[in-house]
């Protein structure tokens, strides 16, 4: 076996270990390349694969651990206090790299430590406990046929758009919400809000006055309307003002991209060196305090596959999966094959392999 390795080396002008050499080395390439091609996939450069920074409303957090999220995992959202929480608690990363639902909305309780009154007081269930910042604390007055009531002083003139009301569920309830605007001569307007009748199928529901065009007044005043003789109890009452422009928070933020604000009503996305911007450059803010457009996303940019050469062979650097920017090729010509051009290539999107 020497002997005619030795005499083909001869016959090539190349000693015999010359060639087993090459053969060697190519074999070792291309099983390391087997091996880790698999294994090798960016997590940022798989595209669907992870969500951005989520963003934060105005008056709010959001409980966030990095600048990209896995699908599955999620983030909570919680509100500063006097304020209250509009939309989702929980947030979640999708598999196609977006978030659930829409960021939420704190807006401000007018309710919150205000001074309470109700038609009576059972026991040391004071009216303050509607409105004590606590759901678990609720304010109760006693049976009996006389009218059962409960209002809270808000302290100035509001246009009260919307009230929350948080009772035990399950329980029959028929209550009608009023606005009372204090009028001269000592007169007050009662202006109805909105009734329900029904159980109550939540723990706590928002009430819509005026179909949404709202009351101005001083005062909310809530009126049990049922015949029976029961107690009426109020676990936490929340009111809310129109209010003509609600400002963004933090918008979201892609995984390898930026966002550059541009005063309070628009947002600026870019991407960073060898990621493409999908989407919406810019988006704006919405008087309803959402961001409008289509939510962008940085893309790993490509290269095609390079090419191949005769009687030699490349070795790529920094491969992930896809020929991304950054990625090094080496051409290597076989074994007794003097070289012809460059031996390196660097891969740049958009432009041709060097």
């Known amino acids: 076996m020497w002997a005619v390795a030795k005499e083909r080396g001869r016959g090539r002008g190349r000693p015999w270990w010359a060639w ?5 080395s190519c074999g070792l390439l291309l099983w390391a390349a087997l091996l880790l091609l698999p294994c ?3 997590p940022a450069g798989a595209e669907g694969t992870q969500c951005g920074r989520p963003g934060r409303p ?3 957090t959001v409980s966030t651990s ?3 999220y896995f699908p599955g995992e999620h983030v909570a959202y919680k509100c500063l ?4 929480l509009f939309g989702p608690e929980e947030r979640t990363c999708l598999k196609n790299g977006s978030w659930s639902e829409d960021v939420p909305l704190c807006d401000f309780n007018l309710a919150r430590g205000k001074r309470a009154l109700q038609s009576a007081t059972l026991w040391s269930y004071v009216p303050e406990m509607a409105v004590d910042g606590n759901s678990d604390t609720c304010s109760f007055t006693p049976r009996g046929p006389d009218p059962r009531w409960w209002q809270v002083h808000l302290g100035h003139k509001f246009n009260v758009i919307t009230v929350g009301v948080t009772i035990s569920p399950g329980s029959v309830q028929e209550f009608t919400i009023y606005v009372i605007e204090l009028l001269t001569d000592n007169k007050a307007l009662y202006k109805p809000c909105t009734t329900f009748k029904g159980v109550f199928q939540t723990r706590k529901a928002l009430f819509h006055c005026n179909d949404g065009l709202g009351h101005p007044g001083q005062f909310v005043y809530i009126r049990d309307d049922r015949k029976d003789q029961e107690y009426f109890g109020l676990c936490e009452v929340e009111v809310f003002a129109f209010r003509e422009r609600i400002p963004c928070g933090e918008p979201e933020v892609p995984v390898e991209g930026e966002v550059e604000r541009e005063g309070e009503g628009k947002a600026r996305y870019s991407c960073r060196p060898g990621f493409r911007l999908e989407g919406d450059e810019v988006m704006t803010c919405s008087s309803k305090g959402k961001w409008q457009g289509q939510s962008p996303k940085c893309k ?3 290269c ?12 790529v650097a920094n491969f992930r999966g896809v020929y991304g920017h950054g990625t090094v090729v080496t051409y290597t010509c076989s074994p007794g094959i003097p070289p012809c051009g460059g031996r390196l290539s660097h891969l740049q999107p958009h432009r041709p392999v060097e």
Request: charged fraction near 10%.
């Open 304 to 315: 095609p596959t390079p090419a191949q050469i005769n009687n030699g062979f490349m070795e």
């Open 81 to 84: 206090e006097g304020f209250v």
């Open 300 to 302: 790993e940019s490509q």
């Open 40 to 42: 090798c996939v960016s």
């Open 58 to 60: 105005v008056n709010g």
């Open 66 to 68: 990095g600048r990209f």
């Open 20 to 24: 087993w050499q090459g053969v060697v």
